[in-house]
């Protein structure tokens, strides 16, 4: 499995290409995701980057991201 810096995370971040979010340490593809469009969910979150923080204050569960394939993890 991939290892993934933060500066390798930020360039996933569904402008150009795949859309990537790390979580709990494990990095996520959800570029399958409408609700990822353009890197963007919600109007207040950017793919790219470790939304663990942010995820445990959503009004969805973790299990949510059981939906996902898991590409790598977070150093």
């Known amino acids: ?3 993934f ?4 995370l930020k360039q996933y971040n569904g402008c150009n290409g795949p859309t990537y979010i790390a979580y709990a340490g494990k990095v996520y593809d959800v ?3 409408f609700l990822w469009k353009k ?3 919600q109007c207040s979150h950017e793919a790219g980057q470790d939304l663990t923080p942010d995820l445990d204050q959503a009004p ?3 299990d949510l991201m059981d939906k ?3 590409i790598g993890v977070l150093e």
Do not use: D, L, Y
């Open 1 to 3: 499995m991939k290892t």
């Open 68 to 70: 996902f394939p898991v």
């Open 60 to 62: 969805h569960g973790p």
């Open 31 to 33: 570029s399958s995701s």
């Open 39 to 41: 890197g963007i969910h």
């Open 5 to 8: 810096s933060k500066a390798e």
